[in-house]
């Protein structure tokens, strides 16, 4: 399973990306928009980390015609951006368009497995589920996962399923064990991956002992 970072701020993603992992990033004008700089100049700075590895970006044109435009704007920053195109009638078309100009898309905002195989059916290259937005509102959101992984795998669509909105490790564990082709996760949640209050304890313990060790 690929591991993306769902941020778009430059230490945090250096910062995993040092340790051999990283297999792109994904964004949304939220995101961008907390980190108090220029979208071209930030988005640039993020697409020469990874590439040629996929960085995500939203389309914000609500006209299928439009996306089109907006993305060749965007592509002119880097080749290695994928646009994230909202779920929803317009997205669709808009994905087909994009799709048949040979851009690479991301469906996001999906809730069902129904939005999902529309949106393979478009051409989107991805579709991202939101597993915790789900659990919010008392669905099971890794429940949703497991129905887009089987239904793709049943008629062999080739579109690769994003697990996003991911909130701990066992969303993480269970996309992986569900078969889900990427997980995207803020930096707060990839940190509660590595870290384990036994491991914590062994070390302390490791260190402890390696005192008593005679020095000569």
Excluded at 101 to 119: C, E, P, W, Y
Aim: with cysteine; net charge negative; proline share 5%.
């Amino acid at each position: 399973m690929k591991i993306f970072l769902d941020t778009a701020n430059i230490d945090a993603i250096k910062e995993v990306d040092a340790m051999g992992i990283l297999d792109g990033v994904t964004t949304n004008p939220t995101i961008i928009s907390r980190e108090k700089r220029p979208f071209r100049e930030l988005v640039e700075k993020i697409c020469e980390i990874l590439h040629p590895r996929p960085v995500n970006v939203e389309i914000i044109s609500e006209n299928p015609k439009e996306m089109v435009a907006e993305a060749k704007e965007y592509l002119k920053i880097s080749d290695n951006l994928v646009m994230k195109v909202a779920m929803g009638k317009i997205g669709l078309e808009g994905v087909k368009r994009l799709t048949d100009a040979g851009i690479t898309t991301n469906m996001t905002l999906v809730f069902s497995a129904s939005q999902a195989i529309l949106a393979s059916k478009a051409g989107a290259r991805y579709v991202s589920p939101f597993v915790g937005r789900l659990d919010d509102i008392s669905s099971v959101g890794m429940e949703l996962v497991g129905h887009i992984v089987d239904i793709f795998y049943n008629y062999d669509m080739k579109t690769e399923v994003i697990v996003a909105s991911i909130r701990h490790p066992l969303h993480f564990v269970e996309a992986a064990l569900m078969g889900a082709d990427i997980a995207t996760l803020p930096p707060t949640a990839f940190e509660k991956l590595y870290k384990h209050p036994l491991t914590e304890i062994g070390i302390e313990r490791f260190k402890e002992d390696y005192k008593k060790i005679p020095k000569s």
